[in-house]
């Protein structure tokens, strides 16, 4: 009994090292392109323009209200509200790490975080817009904004080209690190439950981690068909199909249904799941996955124990100020 | 020469002295009602819930989205926009210092702020929750939530009188001090311009100081006609008789018009103005002011004067840490 109990240990050690080297831990610096370096002046006037209203419209819709950062970097919608009540049909994905995907948008269609921020501003539904030359005549009415704009970027700087710089870089610094994950594969075997092991153990064996792959579970820059497997059943009720993702900007047939392979970083915290938000809890989503993806009916255990270490990829976030937007003082922001 | 030199500071010392004994200064902390001390578990509650979205039908709107904390406490447009794009027909007033309004809303409808924060919440045009039972059973559905209502309140706390006093422990602390006024009339007279001084003391000698009296301007709970003087002029452009104010609830005719005096703190940054939001700039509002309650037709100097003087009214933000608002693991909030 004493040698087996021994055993086991051995199999736990041999297992966690070779676990070590195959997960990764989430940096806590996200990489900043040479053409944008962060400083410190660029993120406080990004969190700033995140979290402006202004930059709609109506004045009603900020970055933050889709990617909201006071939750998981989402709104836990199937579809986000743009200005005047509108929905899409993609749901949010999260900011939170964000910097950590090679390409944005569920069907990759921006290759920067500085890409990314310059398309809901502008689109009709989202923030409405009409036109990057009026988010920036109405920022240059803002006199707070000429200064951290300077601050950040030096005289006369207000510019979609800074505003979206700023946003980026802002963002590379909503890293979500030191998840329970994290610390168990730094060291730390209480950090995990029991259950969650297994869980983590079954993403690897079933196959999940052949695209949820990397220290952010994105396959770092990957792209799958989903779903692999034609499932009327599923599609019936979720209309998976519906979207083309990537075809829908490439016209290319070859490219229907095919999608960015999105983290799985605090993916506990942005349901509903999948491009068009159509499913409701965590637990069905990975029942679908492996149907759709695996070919597999995974059992109630599976699922259990997968969700359980899903939810033990929820990082800390980190604390943040409010920012204090600057004021037009005297009129409004759409004179 | 000289002679009157002396005489013109021996004046301006005599008007500075009467000026400081007429003229309050911002306090730094609001009294809070016997049935709801302040405490720092209450207020780290209400701030969670005041930014919370999910006390909106549609996840999108929180006490924030009208009355923005990183802004001038409100959302610069004539009519908020609350749920599924509606608005309504009245400006949202600001949060800043409202804890010193001796009643809340337009029309002074709610004798406190824990009752004001009750009715935006199930107004079918703002957050649009069918009823507080329906609020209570979503907070209750977020682990969080009960974590920080036994906090604040004791075991099994979640309710809708419980959040209301958190909300409003939270809009207690919101008060902006050491405005440029505050800071004269403390002593440092140059913390105003001249010309910021001319437009104090034409507050006074016009009138203006008859109704915006008092450390916040707002006359201490008082009400007013609005406007006291038919102007078929300004009638025919903002309509400001349209909306009946305090008869619209007491539905006594004698009311009608009748309006709680509003804080002139942050006036500058709270455009566009009155009850209907229908005057886009300070300027205009002060030369209507002038028209339709002191029947006088103010120069553009007298103007300038009194808006220059305005925008000392500005005060400083309290410094905020951003909320980090429970999730819901697994799901949605709205299942």
Chains 1, 2 share one sequence.
């Not at 990829?313 to 004179?335: A, C, D, I, R, W």
């Amino acid at each position: 009994m004493l040698k087996f109990k021994s055993l086991a240990t051995a199999l736990t050690l041999a297992c966690s090292v070779s676990l070590a080297s195959a997960w990764e831990t989430l940096p806590t610096e996200a990489p900043a392109p040479a053409e944008n370096p962060t400083t410190s002046e660029k993120v406080e006037l990004g969190q700033m323009l995140y979290h402006d209203p202004r930059l709609s419209s109506t004045g009603t819709v900020s970055c933050a209200s889709c990617h909201n950062t006071m939750l998981g970097g989402e709104d836990n919608r199937a579809n986000s509200m743009g200005v005047n009540g509108q929905t899409g049909g993609r749901s949010a994905p999260t900011v939170w790490n964000s910097a950590f995907n090679k390409v944005q948008f569920w069907d990759g269609r921006a290759a920067s975080l500085e890409a990314q921020a310059a398309g809901p501003v502008t689109n009709a539904i989202e923030m409405g817009m009409k036109s990057w030359d009026d988010v920036v005549a109405r920022l240059k009415s803002i006199d707070g904004y000429q200064v951290a704009f300077e601050k950040a970027f030096g005289k006369d700087a207000i510019s979609k080209d800074n505003a979206t710089k700023a946003i980026a870089a802002y963002e590379r610094t909503l890293i979500t690190p030191n998840s329970p994950y994290d610390k168990y594969v730094e060291g730390d075997k209480a950090a995990l439950t029991l259950q969650q092991v297994r869980g983590m153990e079954k993403m690897s064996d079933l196959g999940c981690t052949g695209c949820h792959s990397g220290a952010a579970f994105n396959g770092a820059g990957m792209f799958q068909k989903f779903p692999m497997i034609a499932n009327g059943y599923f599609e019936a009720q979720y209309h998976f199909k519906k979207d083309k993702g990537v075809a829908e900007v490439s016209k290319n047939p070859a490219d229907e249904n095919l999608w960015k392979v999105p983290t799985l970083r605090n993916i506990a915290l942005t349901a509903p799941y999948f491009h068009n938000g159509s499913v409701k809890t965590l637990d069905q989503a990975v029942a679908i996955m492996g149907q759709v993806q695996l070919g597999k009916d995974l059992s109630k255990a599976d699922i259990a124990d997968i969700v359980a270490f899903l939810n033990a990829l929820s990082g800390e976030f980190p604390k943040q100020k409010m920012p204090v937007l600057p004021g037009t003082p005297g009129t409004t922001f759409n004179n």
